[in-house]
Structures are given as structure tokens and as C-alpha cells.
């Protein structure tokens, strides 16, 4: 086979295993992003919460 050709099936196996690489890499990251978006989304919920109750205590001493 010609040398030419066998570098360049190396070299589309190699891309296509770096391609593959950063496709997995890319849904880890999607996954923990998933995970600190609903983290941030319950923390917004207990300050709401918080919020509420404070705003509660303010009327109540009116």
C-alpha cells in the first residue's frame, strides 16, 4: 500500500478519535453544567423563601 495512503488512513483514525474524545468530553461538561444549574436554581429557591419570610416578619411587626 502506498505510504501516502496508510498516513493518511492514520492520520483520519487519529482525528476521528479525537473527535470522539471531545464529543464525550462535551456531554461530561453538558452534565455538570445540568448539575450546577440545578444547584443555582435551589439556592435561588431558599433566598426566595428567605426573602419571604423576612418580608413576613416585617409586616407582622407593623
Known sequence: ???NAVAAR???AKKKNE????????KELEQE???FKRMY????D???KTL???IIK????I
Open 58 to 61: 416585617l409586616i407582622k411587626q
Open 33 to 35: 453544567n445540568l448539575q
Open 1 to 3: 500500500m502506498n505510504p
Open 19 to 26: 473527535m470522539q474524545t471531545l464529543i464525550n468530553r462535551n
Open 46 to 48: 431558599v433566598l426566595d
Open 10 to 12: 492514520q492520520n483520519r
Open 41 to 44: 436554581d435551589q439556592m435561588a
Open 52 to 54: 419571604l419570610i423576612y
